[in-house]
Each structure stands twice: as structure tokens, then as C-alpha cells.
């Protein structure tokens, strides 16, 4: 909910501070017409909504002047985007027409202030994007590179000032950041954007780690920096001897890379030598920066001794991102082992800002790579059938991989992450040579499927008409592209078996006067432990299960089912005595524990990894209860937003008469927490338990309720009966 109020003096002053640092930030792109309509995207936004408030207490004209700023300043972006920036919020809360913005700035603008718009739109809810959402979110982002690029520049001024966020709010904007953002401003070369955000994350959500490895840097500054200079110093005497215009100085490197160097080292702090690095940054003429480059490496070469495996040559090919440089690993005073990078000032520029940058040196070239990275992530996205779990892990597969190139048979270069296979390289070509591919000639000799190509391989795709997609497949391949072609092949497959097998299910049935109902489809696919109910028919289609098997199963079933109301019919006659046997009562002082504000004494466990802070629904075993930064914290939180619950321990009240309650039904999102409400605050009664088995489409539940006599319970289950989703609700003994 948006708070309002006037601006005070101190706010005032900000937005003039703010105003004046973009003028300085983009004097260099803004011409005297541009400022003027800076001026009036500035105006428009304070003139209307200059009351509207974030979530953080920020006024939203600030925040946009901030976000504007790094636009301009740290990805170094044009006056469309700085005013695109300027005025998305303003249009969203329907203050200025589309039409009218248009007249005033220009259709671009327009444009990505409609994508920008869409994307706000999805955080109207909540503080961050849960992972159905997701794949909306990339759709938007995918149609211009500037709303990614202020997309970016928002949620890095919103980490910035997270601070001023409710603590939850601060966990869910932090994984979110952590998971999604950051290895996306990888991807787009903004590697001091992206070191920003993993530092910022870290902060948050392993505060105790990032304050001690902050303390152990500020204690060891001065032996670092006088190692630095020590290193330098006689570098600097000899590549001032060649006349080479150089910059260089020591790098000390993130909290957030130190701390993976800590864990995939398995070493502490102190035996952490690589800390830092040193950067040499050259003024060179676009014709001799390769060579200055070079000539620079020999003479660190020459000096301290280089770790040839450590040697990576970014010059000759440069990442798809557009980065440049040249890293080496020397060994240094005292036997340390120090990274040094050489690189240009206009490679330097394209490292922090990324894209922008790229395009200000090298025009429409630049866009190339993004724009095939841009057309194969709507390839991924535009496929409706595609799960959104499934799209976040392939999507974040290639964005820290390193690249390898390789050519085809006429020698066109194709550029593909490391650890690519021959079946990779035939999806990069086309999905129908990738789906009949039975493997390839690499270098003029024969080569499965499953080879892992090299730099300079030449490949040549061999198919067959009769080769189909195998679930191993999903095993070979290492690019998103391909894994989505095969997952995507393999569900039609699947898909015909199963509806075949279905068909012959139904004829069979019509033939013995039984109908196939949602009910008895769920009865059969747990009875035969199949995963989906879509394998079950499939298992049909294949003969796995045979048909006359399925119609004993059911005629045993209709004879229990005779047996069981037998028994209730006599059961229902007793009093409501007999929930005294059942009554578990719970004094006055007991602690419980209480799910988000509703649910008490909800059937949790203590997850194994840390100590309980909030609930996460399980599939199986009821909640499990996490602390906020539980290494799993982000993940959980940015895959499964909707699973996550608040949870604290409270005092319990008095204790009714308990019964449990057997539900089946499909497994849709939402289907407990509607389950859960009916109870709690529709009807008002005290929950005891509840936990649920899930077999993917379908899930079977039990809910221990406190009621106060039978006729209290036969509502409660023509109520839980018709919610959506539903199979049957049924009353069981405690002790089953």
C-alpha cells in the first residue's frame, strides 16, 4: 500500500542533488533539446504524483531520478532511456496518456515505457517476482534490451536502499536479486553491476559472513596495499621505458568472490592468497591495442613467472557479451600467486557498462550477439507448454559458462558454452536436425552424440529419418536451446502415447459399463505407483499395465467401498463421545508454533540445514521450517515464492475435540492454502495439523481439526467437498 504525504526540505534537496547529478552523468549524450525534455519528464513526474510513495518510504520521483542516474552513469545509456526511466511510474499510475507521451517524447519512448509498465505491473502484488511470473517477465524484457537494462538499474536502486524494506520484504528482494538479476547483468557484460548485486545479497542474506570477511579485509588493508605496491612498482619503471599511456593499480576483489573462494576451496580467510588483482588499463589506438596488449603480458611475463593454464584470451575472440581482455596468473613476491588483466580503456568501458558501451565503440555490430541471445530466450519463452521452474534452471544454465567456437562444414563460426556435445551443436543449427541426429564427423572423423566439442572443431550433423528424441538425451546436451528442444520433443511423444493409451482405457470401460471419472483415474495411478497420470496411460499404451488388471482393481474397490459404509452407517449413530478418545489437549503455557498468522500447531518439521525462521510447504512431510539466510533461502524463495510461509512461535489457546480428515484431489498451486482458509477463517475453527503427499498431478492430504460434535464436521466436509480441485473428503481414525 502506497504511503502519501508532502515532500519535506530534506527530500526537496534530494531531488535537486539527484537532478543536478544527471545533468553531469549525461552531458556527454544529452543535446539542449534533450535536456529540455528531461526537464519536462522530470517536471511531469513531480508536478503529478509527487506524493507517491514505494514500499521503502522513498518517495517514487526520487527513486526514478536515482534509477536514471545509473542509466546514464554506470550502463551509460541515451537520453531514451533516461527518460524512459524517468516516466514509467508516472504513466503506470495512469497520470500522462500513452498518446500524450508520445506526442511529447517520441513513439521509442512509448515503446519501452510500455515494457517497463508490464513489468511493474507483475510486482503490483509483492515485493518481488515468484516464478510463475517469471517467464511474463522475460517475454517483456525480451522485446527491447533497454527495459533489461533499466529493469536492472531499478533493482540494483532498490537493493541499494533495502534498508528501508520490512526485514521479509528485504529476504524476498534479496534472493530475488541473488537468483535472478545479478547473473542476468552478468550475461550483459555488467560486471560492476553485478558485483554491486552479489555483495548487496550477500549483506542481507548471510549478514554474520559478509560483516566477519568485511572486518578481516579492513584489517589486513595495509599489508595488502603495501604487497600491491611492492608488486607494481617495478612493472610500472619498465612499461614506462616502452612510452606505453597506462593506468595500473591493485583490484581488491568482492566479499561475495572471496566468500565462493572460501567455500569451493574449503579454506578459511586467511588462506585466501588471491584477494586481489592488477589491472593494467591501456590508452591505445584502436589499430595497436591487440599488440599494445600483448606487448604489455610479455613484459609481466618477463618479469614474474606465469601459470600457463591460468592464460585466458579474450582479445582474439571476445566473449558474446562483448568483453575483452587478458587475464594471466603470475607468481609474485613472497611465492603468492596474483591474477593480472590488460586491457584497453575502451575494453575497460565495455567491462563495466557492459552493452551500452559496446554499441557507443562499435554501432549495430555490437547488438548481434545480444540480439541472437535475445531471439533464442523468445524461442525458450514462446513455447506455452513450458514449466516456469524448468525455464528459470535452463535459462541460468549458459550465464557464467565460459564459450568455445567451433565452425561448420562451409566454416561459419558458432559460438557455444563449454561443455557443449556434438548434439548441441546440431539444436544450434536446427531443431529438426537436432531431433534426427545419430552423431557427426568432428575434424573428419566419426564422433557420437555425447562428444564434447574443443575450440576450432569443425563439425559435420549425420541424421537418420527414423532417430527420435531419447530421455537420455536430456543427459548429453548442455545449452538451454537444446535441452528445451528434447524436453519439448519428448512431451509430444509422450503425449500420443498417452492419449492412445488413454483412448483404449475408455473403450475398455464403456465395454464393462464403467465410466472413467477424475476420481477413479487418481484411485488407479496411486494404485499402480505411476508418477503422473499421464504415465499411467502411457504404461497402458505400452502394455506395462495391462488393461484386465485395471477392471479386478476396481471391482475389489467397489466391495470395499460396500464394506466401509457398513461401518459408518453404525459409527455415525455414536455420540460425540467418542472424540474424547481422540482429544489431545495442550495446557495454557505450551509453545506451538504458528503458520503465517492462521495456522497452529500446522505438521512441521525442523529442517536439517538450519535453525527455523519461516515454512516452506514440502511436497511430502508437511511444512519444513528454514532460517532467512539458509543457504537454500534463495532459491526456495525465488522458485517457489508461493510455497513460502511466515512462521513464530506463540502460546496456545484451549484445545476442542480433534478428528482427522482423509482429501484427495489435484495437485494445483493454491489448492492447500484454499483448504486451509475454508477452515481457519471462513468456518472459523482450530486447525491441529495438516500434511500432504503429492505424486505430481494429483495429491492426497490429512487435516486434524478441533471440533465440538459431529454435525460441526459433516459441514466442514461438504465445505472442503466443494472446494475446486477436490476428489472426495473422508473422516479417518486417528490411528491410521
Known amino acids: 500500500m502506497e504511503n502519501q504525504g508532502l515532500l519535506n526540505s530534506s527530500e526537496r534537496n534530494e531531488i535537486k542533488e539527484n537532478y543536478r547529478s544527471l545533468l553531469r552523468a549525461s552531458k556527454n549524450v544529452l543535446s539542449n533539446i534533450d535536456i529540455t525534455q528531461v526537464r519536462k519528464a522530470i517536471e511531469m513526474a513531480l508536478s503529478r504524483r509527487k506524493e507517491i510513495r514505494r514500499p521503502s518510504g522513498k518517495v517514487s520521483a526520487i527513486h526514478a531520478l536515482e534509477v536514471a542516474n545509473i542509466v546514464a552513469s554506470e550502463i551509460g545509456l ?81 537493493l541499494r536502499s533495502l534498508n528501508l524494506y520490512h526485514p521479509n520484504d528485504q529476504q524476498k528482494i534479496a534472493a530475488e536479486v541473488g537468483y535472478l538479476y545479478a547473473p542476468l547483468a552478468h550475461r ?39 604487497y600491491i605496491n611492492d608488486f607494481i612498482a617495478p612493472l610500472k619503471e619498465e612499461l614506462e621505458a616502452t612510452g606505453l599511456k597506462f593506468d ?15 567455500v569451493n576451496q574449503n579454506t578459511p580467510f586467511e588462506k585466501v592468497y588471491d584477494l586481489f588483482a592488477i589491472r593494467i588499463v591501456l590508452d591505445s589506438k584502436p589499430k595497436d591495442e591487440k599488440s599494445d596488449c600483448w606487448k604489455v603480458y610479455s613484459i609481466v611475463t618477463d618479469k614474474y613467472q606465469p601459470n600457463p593454464s591460468r592464460l585466458r584470451d579474450w582479445l582474439s575472440i571476445p566473449k558474446s557479451n562483448g568483453y575483452e581482455s587478458l587475464h594471466t596468473t603470475v607468481l609474485g ?33 555490437g547488438e548481434k550477439g545480444m540480439d541472437e541471445w535475445l531471439a533464442n530466450i523468445r524461442e525458450v519463452l514462446e513455447n506455452p507448454e513450458r514449466n516456469a521452474v524448468d525455464f528459470i534452471d535452463d535459462f541460468k544454465l549458459n550465464l557464467y559458462d565460459e564459450e ?42 566419426h564422433a557420437s552424440i555425447k562428444q564434447v566439442l574443443n575450440n576450432g572443431d569443425q563439425i559435420e550433423v549425420i541424421t537418420s529419418k527414423t532417430q527420435e528424441p531419447k530421455i537420455e538425451w536430456l543427459n548429453v546436451v548442455a545449452t538451454s536451446r537444446a535441452r528445451s528442444k528434447v524436453k519439448q520433443a519428448l512431451k509430444d511423444i509422450y503425449y500420443k502415447e498417452s492419449e ?204 486434524t481439526v478441533f471440533v465440538n460434535d459431529t454435525d460441526m464436521l459433516g459441514r466442514l466436509i461438504k465445505k472442503i467437498k466443494k472446494v475446486k480441485g477436490v476428489y472426495s473428503v473422508s473422516r479417518i481414525d486417528s490411528f491410521e
Open 248 to 262: 595500473i593499480k591493485g583490484r581488491t576483489k568482492t566479499i561475495h568472490s572471496i566468500h565462493n573462494k572460501m
Open 404 to 445: 568455445v567456437f567451433v565452425f561448420t562444414p562451409k566454416g561459419d563460426l558458432r559460438r557455444l558454452p563449454k561443455g557443449a556435445t556434438v548434439l548441441d551443436f546440431a539444436f544450434d543449427i536446427h531443431s529438426g536436425i537436432g531431433k534426427k541426429c545419430v552423431g557427426a564427423k568432428v575434424n573428419g572423423k
Open 188 to 226: 550483459l557484460g555488467l560486471y560492476s553491476i553485478k558485483s554491486e548485486m552479489e555483495d548487496g545479497v550477500m549483506k542481507y542474506t548471510n549478514r554474520e559472513m559478509y560483516s566477519l570477511i568485511a572486518k578481516k579485509l579492513n584489517e589486513t588493508k595495509k599489508a595488502r596495499d603495501k
Open 333 to 365: 613476491p613472497e611465492k603468492k600467486w596474483v591474477e593480472v588483466q590488460v586491457r584497453t580503456q575502451r575494453m575497460n568501458e565495455v567491462a563495466e557498462k557492459g552493452l551500452a558501451a559496446h554499441w557507443k565503440y562499435k554501432g549495430g555490430e
Open 500 to 703: 492412445f493409451g488413454k483412448e483404449t482405457l475408455a473403450r475398455r470401460l464403456k465395454n464393462w459399463k464403467i465410466e472413467l471419472t477424475d476420481q477413479l483415474i487418481h484411485q488407479l495411478v496411486k494404485h499402480y505407483k505411476s508418477k503422473t497420470i499421464n504415465d499411467f496411460f502411457r504404461e497402458i499404451a505400452i502394455g506395462a499395465i495391462d488393461v484386465s488388471n485395471v477392471k479386478d482393481f476396481i471391482n475389489g474397490q467397489k466391495n470395499e467401498e460396500t464394506d466401509k459404509e457398513k461401518q459408518d452407517s453404525t459409527s455415525h449413530l455414536k455420540s460425540a463421545t467418542n472424540f474424547v478418545a481422540n482429544m489431545d489437549e495442550l495446557s495454557d503455557s505450551d509453545d506451538i508454533l504458528m503458520i503465517d498468522n492462521n495456522l497452529r500447531n500446522v505438521d512441521y518439521t525442523l529442517s536439517k540445514c538450519c535453525n527455523p525462521i519461516f515454512g516452506f510447504v514440502g511436497v511430502i512431510g508437511g511444512i519444513k521450517i528454514h532460517r532467512q539466510n539458509c543457504p537454500n533461502a534463495p532459491e526456495m524463495k525465488s522458485k517457489f515464492g508461493y510455497r513460502i510461509v511466515n512462521a513464530q512461535w506463540t502460546s496456545s489457546g484451549a484445545a476442542n475435540f480433534q478428528a482427522t480428515l482423509k482429501i484427495t484431489g489435484t495437485d494445483d498451486i493454491g489448492i492447500v492454502s484454499n483448504i486451509s482458509q475454508l477452515i481457519t477463517k471462513d468456518l472459523k475453527m482450530k486447525m491441529r495439523s495438516i500434511s500432504i503427499d503429492s505424486d505430481e498431478g494429483s495429491f492426497e492430504g490429512r487435516v
Open 78 to 158: 541515451g537520453r531514451t532511456s533516461i527518460i524512459c526511466a524517468l516516466l514509467y511510474d508516472v504513466v503506470q499510475h495512469q497520470d500522462v496518456e500513452k498518446h500524450e507521451m508520445a506526442q511529447v517524447f517520441g513513439q521509442s519512448v512509448e515503446g519501452i515505457v510500455a515494457g517497463l509498465i508490464k513489468v511493474k505491473e507483475l510486482y503490483t502484488k509483492d515485493t518481488s517476482i515468484e516464478t510463475e511470473n517469471f517467464r511474463k517477465l522475460m517475454l517483456t524484457l525480451a522485446q527491447d534490451v533497454r527495459v533489461i537494462l533499466i529493469i536492472l538499474a531499478d533493482r540494483l536502486q532498490t
